[in-house]
Nanobody
Framework: QVQLVESGGGLVQAGGSLRLSCAAS????????MGWFRQAPGKEREFVAA????????SYADSVKGRFTISKDNAKNTVYLQMDSLTPEDTAVYYC???????????????????WGQGTQVTVSS
């Protein structure tokens, strides 16, 4: 059984930075895709970024391009989301997700992922 544990959320002022971590366990992580999603109160869960375990191909939502960076450490089975130049609009619960079935590549829909972490709150004050 795959387990994903996020950490690194918190309260930060606008313009500040946070780094989220997602530690994965329960299987071999040499393939598949890891994604970060977020959900603000009253809104649907939305794609933030994704990365493939093999090759490190990445993709970002337009709203975070140039400000957020997704990366991975294969040795630690951990994926990171470095968030810079944060704005109050980035306030949400951030979820880590994993996909290990089908064709390897970038996926940006919540339904594409079969495993989810518990989420970590990110609050950006103005």
């Amino acid at each position: 059984q795959v387990q994903l544990v996020e950490s690194g959320g918190g309260l930060v002022q606008a313009g500040g930075s946070l780094r989220l971590s997602c530690a994965a366990s329960g299987r071999t992580f040499s393939s598949g895709t890891m994604g970060w999603f977020r959900q603000a109160p009253g809104k649907e869960r939305e794609f933030v970024a994704a990365i493939t375990w093999s090759g490190g191909r990445t993709s970002y939502a337009d709203s975070v391009k140039g400000r957020f960076t997704i990366s991975k450490d294969n040795a630690k089975n951990t994926v990171y989301l470095q968030m810079d130049s944060l704005t109050p609009e980035d306030t949400a619960v951030y979820y880590c997700a994993a996909r290990y079935s089908g064709i390897s590549g970038i996926y940006n829909r919540p339904s594409d992922y079969g495993y989810w972490g518990q989420g970590t709150q990110v609050t950006v004050s103005s």
